[in-house]
């Protein structure tokens, strides 16, 4: 089955900064792949998602890379600020038996400091 | 509509309680999820409906029974859960399972405490 690591486990970062998460799958067959942000006490919100047949996507201040070959994307999160704070899940859609079920990575625990 | 809800917020319940969760989308969306969410953890998948047929069940214990009444509700039954059953415990929903429209969409998940 498929397998997502995510790196690191926690960021600080000043705000203004960038942000980089990095996460790897060991499902090649793995195609598509979401970003959820998750405040204290909150669900887990789709910030950004992106399949394989793309190497890049941006929304204003995020940015997912993927490359299928290394199998690792990333997300990059530019212009940080307070708000950004949150933990962000990756997570890699498994083509096999499940169904197409979303496998998560660990988490990162993003803090911003003012 | 374009968001999942999910009643009740929170949920304490004694160990011989029966209790249920409930979840409602208006989005149209023929796949729905149950995940359980421990402090500080990924999202943990339960169960999978597709087209109102439960096609996935991820080795859980009996004590939690997943129903769904129709496309835009799905519900979670619970009886004689054990202490380490608190978590949160969130619904999602996406258009389908399989295709290209299977962005999930998270409810804001229900509490729950058991004593």
């Known amino acids: 089955g498929e397998n997502v690591e995510q790196h690191p486990s926690t960021l600080s970062v000043q705000e203004g900064d960038s942000a980089v998460i990095k996460c790897t799958y060991s499902?090649?067959?793995?195609?598509?792949f979401p970003w959820y942000k998750q405040e204290l006490g909150k669900r887990p919100q789709l910030i950004i998602d992106i399949r394989s047949n793309v190497g890049e996507k941006k929304d204003q201040r995020i940015a997912v890379t993927l490359n299928k070959t290394a199998k690792h994307f990333s997300l990059h999160i530019t212009e940080t600020q307070p708000e950004d704070s949150a933990v962000y899940f990756c997570?890699?859609?498994?083509?096999?038996?499940?169904?197409?079920?979303?496998?998560f990575g660990k988490g990162t625990k993003l803090s911003v400091k003012p | 509509d374009t968001e999942v809800t999910q009643t009740p917020k929170h949920l304490v319940m004694g160990m011989t309680n029966k209790k249920s969760l409930k979840c409602e989308q208006h989005?149209?969306?023929?796949?729905m999820y149950w995940y359980k969410q421990k402090a500080k953890k990924p999202p943990e998948l339960m169960f999978v409906?597709?087209?109102?047929?439960?096609?996935i069940n991820e080795s859980v214990p009996s004590r939690f029974s997943p129903e769904c009444p129709n496309s835009s509700l799905l519900n979670l039954h619970l009886h004689a859960l054990q202490p380490e059953d608190s978590a949160l415990y969130l619904c999602?929903?996406?258009?389908?399972?399989?295709?290209?429209?299977?962005?999930?969409?998270f409810g804001p998940g229900t509490r729950l405490t058991v004593t």
């Open positions: 999602a929903s996406s258009r389908t399972t399989s295709g290209s429209s299977y962005e999930q969409y």
């Open positions: 989005m149209g969306h023929r796949a």
């Open positions: 499902d090649s067959a793995s195609n598509y």
């Open positions: 409906y597709s087209y109102e047929k439960l096609s």
């Open positions: 997570a890699a859609r498994y083509n096999g038996g499940s169904q197409g079920n979303l496998i």
